[in-house]
């Protein structure tokens, strides 16, 4: 049964008040923000405005089905969780309870690689749930970190592409965010100043499970938060290539995926390497200023991917956007921080409710539209707006 808490949030929208009043102002701005001008955030969602429906009349929707078949796995919807690092600081055991919540509800989750939580215990708890790495800089990293991912019972392999270097997130300094978090007077007093979130979760946390530490990077465990050698472990990717994603491809027995296509040429190039799918992605505006939204590129990417699925993340927030997404041609949409913001106010039942507003959106809206399936979602359903 929904708790009262849960009853006042009626869009995925509602939960980042609730989570700004929560979290102290760096935690915030790290999950809200994004780079620079934050021009590519906000074409991000300027690029779903662009298109309206059209919808068909008079069918029979007395019954929907929002279900679909993705790599070989049956799930109740084509929305999923984003991966997204950090979490477990933004809520008590973030990355657990986002992959609970989805498994239980049949929803498709990715874990994130910059997590602070090991990916055994995920596995272990939610098994299926994808996970996405970040390749280190040195082969024989490579090599241990994607065997150690391979015995978790990882399923599904990501590699995100797009962050060959360190992007200039001015908000997050601005906010008094760092890798590594400093101990400062005015960091001690965003704690104090947000007690919910200091007992319920960083306190929480120290007491049950020591100081967090990045736990995916390497086969081996990465350094505590509060390390200068973070700023080393993130700073060793830009000699990376398709070489290496290669080289991944030829290692991994499972479906792997590449995520950060903006490019039709490089959808082509995931393919004939043997990816088996991609997702389009600015990285939700984190990375390059004033990349292209991937809604607007969509299309041609999945010409350009033949038979591959092609999927897409950055900006989608409503089931009017994942079924727009769909009618260009997208497999499956992802969502990023509002599930971060319903893990912060209420954990897991938070994602719980968070899921199935955004899958009853989607049921919703495709009964308006005119169809019973996803796949009777056509692109003549859009008009320009």
């Keep these: 049964m929904l708790s009262r808490s849960m009853k006042r949030f009626l869009s995925l929208h509602d939960f980042e008040k609730a989570a700004k009043e929560r979290l102290p102002v760096p935690l915030y701005a790290y999950v809200s923000g994004a780079v620079e001008d934050e021009q590519s955030i906000n074409a991000n969602r300027s690029a779903f405005r662009r298109y309206a429906f059209r919808p068909d009349v008079l069918v029979d929707v007395s019954r929907i089905d929002t279900s679909m078949t993705l790599l070989g796995k049956r799930y109740v919807s084509p929305a999923g969780i984003a991966p997204m690092g950090l979490s477990s600081m933004t809520s008590y055991r973030g990355d657990v309870a986002m992959a609970v919540a989805a498994r239980k509800a049949g929803a498709l989750c990715i874990m994130s690689g910059s997590s602070l939580i090991r990916l055994e215990e995920v596995m272990d708890a939610a098994p299926g749930t994808w996970f996405q790495a970040y390749l280190p800089g040195r082969q024989d990293q490579i090599d241990a970190?994607?065997?150690?991912?391979?015995?978790?019972?990882?399923?599904?392999?990501?590699?995100?592409?797009?962050?060959?270097?360190?992007?200039?997130?001015?908000?997050?300094?601005?906010?008094?965010?760092?890798?590594?978090?400093?101990?400062?007077?005015?960091?001690?007093?965003?704690?104090?100043?947000?007690?919910?979130?200091?007992?319920?979760?960083?306190?929480?946390?120290?007491?049950?499970?020591?100081?967090?530490?990045?736990?995916?990077?390497?086969?081996?465990?990465?350094?505590?938060?509060?390390?200068?050698?973070?700023?080393?472990?993130?700073?060793?990717?830009?000699?990376?290539?398709?070489?290496?994603?290669?080289?991944?491809?030829?290692?991994?027995?499972?479906?792997?995926?590449?995520k950060g296509i903006l490019n039709p040429a490089d959808a082509r190039r995931a393919r004939e390497m043997g990816a088996d799918a991609v997702i389009v992605s600015n990285h939700g505006g984190r990375q390059l200023?004033?990349?292209?939204?991937?809604?607007?590129?969509?299309?041609?990417?999945?010409?350009?991917?033949?038979?591959?699925?092609?999927?897409?993340?950055?900006?989608v927030r409503r089931g009017t956007d994942v079924l727009k997404a769909l009618a260009l041609g997208a497999k499956a949409a992802w969502i990023g921080r509002p599930f971060n913001y319903a893990a912060t106010v209420g954990g897991e039942a938070g994602v719980s409710h968070a899921l199935k507003l955004i899958h009853d959106e989607i049921r919703r809206d495709m009964g308006l539209l005119g169809v019973t399936s996803l796949e009777a979602i056509r692109r003549d359903h859009l008009a320009d707006a």
Excluded: C
Excluded at 187 to 193: F, I, K, N, P
Excluded at 212 to 229: D, K, L
Excluded at 289 to 314: C, F, H, K, Q
């Design 289 to 315: 200023d004033g990349s292209v939204a991937p809604l607007l590129v969509l299309p041609e990417i999945v010409e350009a991917a033949g038979s591959m699925p092609v999927m897409i993340d950055s900006g």
């Design 145 to 258: 970190l994607i065997a150690r991912v391979a015995a978790a019972g990882v399923e599904t392999l990501v590699l995100t592409v797009d962050t060959p270097v360190a992007a200039n997130r001015e908000n997050n300094i601005r906010a008094g965010f760092s890798t590594p978090l400093r101990p400062s007077l005015s960091l001690a007093w965003q704690g104090v100043s947000h007690p919910r979130w200091l007992f319920g979760t960083f306190i929480k946390t120290l007491l049950r499970h020591g100081m967090p530490h990045f736990e995916n990077n390497y086969a081996t465990r990465g350094a505590p938060i509060m390390s200068s050698n973070v700023l080393r472990d993130f700073s060793d990717r830009g000699h990376l290539n398709w070489t290496h994603a290669a080289d991944v491809r030829r290692q991994w027995k499972g479906p792997m995926v590449i």
